[in-house]
């Protein structure tokens, strides 16, 4: 997980995309609102303006650990849904990290069809991305082979 972002991160810093294919069935992704969040509390004991503030103002997020995301996977509550394309990266006004994505559904949302990830997101519901090879940092590209 941790060299998946590091990749992910040095792609967007030195100027690539990347093709993101990764789970869209969470509550806490609204192509609407233009966010894709996993909070800390769990949306069964959010109310509805809870909800709907969660979209509108930075929540403290779930830590995502290498145990939760296997989990996630052999559950199947994270599932193959979507591909979109990572085309570089925000930070909220507490300093929370995103990605900036584009989606093929349109432009009908807040962003102008763009969508803010978080990190835990993608962390959790990232399944692959794909990115040119001169994008992967050379400690890991070396490990690869390449």
């Not at 199947?76 to 930070?91: P, R, V």
Request: one cysteine or more.
């Amino acid at each position: 997980m941790a060299e998946l972002e590091k990749i992910t991160d040095n792609a967007v810093e030195k100027g690539y995309s990347l093709t993101w294919d990764c789970d869209v069935s969470e509550k806490g992704f609204s192509h609407q609102n233009g966010m894709a969040i996993i909070p800390n509390k769990s949306w069964k004991s959010m109310s509805k303006d809870e909800k709907e503030a969660a979209f509108k103002n930075p929540v403290e997020e779930k830590k995502i650990s290498q145990e939760l995301r296997q989990e996630t996977y052999e559950n199947y509550s994270t599932t193959d849904d979507h591909l979109m394309h990572i085309i570089g990266s925000a930070k909220d006004a507490k300093g929370n990290e995103y990605y900036l994505v584009k989606n093929s559904w349109g432009e009908s949302n807040l962003f102008s069809g763009l969508l803010y990830a978080s990190k835990a997101y993608f962390q959790l519901k990232t399944i692959s991305v794909m990115v040119h090879k001169d994008a992967i940092p050379k400690d890991i590209a070396k490990k690869m082979g390449l």
